[in-house]
């Protein structure tokens, strides 16, 4: 059975850091296309980064140097580090598969999703 389980979302201070982690179960992460996404109360679910198969990432314009994505595959987990945290990054934060090659860093294009973890407003 194929799960995604999130898990990191706290309190932080403007400027702060947060890491965020993705158990994954029932398929492995380091063959299949992973993505992190996010949304905000109000707006449309918007693609943050995703890593391939071979280790390709590919970031939203509006987190590139201040996010990096990565796994481990023996842990067979997902990570976003979140660097340099903004009040625009309020949102609920989801991890995806798209199983296969990554395609675009789009939500319809993956197709399983964990239940998300809150990334508050820094204070």
């Known amino acids: 059975q194929v799960q995604l389980q999130e898990s990191g979302g706290g309190s932080v201070q403007s400027g702060g850091s947060l890491r965020l982690s993705c158990a994954a179960s029932?398929?492995?992460?380091?063959?299949?296309?992973m993505g992190w996404f996010r949304q905000a109360p109000g707006k449309e679910r918007e693609g943050v980064a995703s890593?391939?198969?071979?280790?390709?990432?590919s970031y939203a314009e509006s987190v590139k140097g201040r996010f990096t994505v990565s796994r481990d595959n023996a842990k067979n987990t997902l990570y976003l580090q979140m660097n340099n945290l903004k009040p625009e990054d309020t949102a609920m934060y989801y991890c995806?598969?798209?199983?296969?090659?990554?395609?675009?860093?789009?939500?319809?294009?993956?197709?399983?999703w964990g239940q998300g973890t809150q990334v508050p407003s820094p204070h």
């Open positions: 890593i391939g198969r071979y280790g390709t990432t």
């Open positions: 029932g398929f492995p992460v380091s063959t299949n296309c």
């Open positions: 995806a598969a798209d199983f296969g090659s990554c395609t675009r860093l789009r939500r319809e294009y993956f197709e399983a």
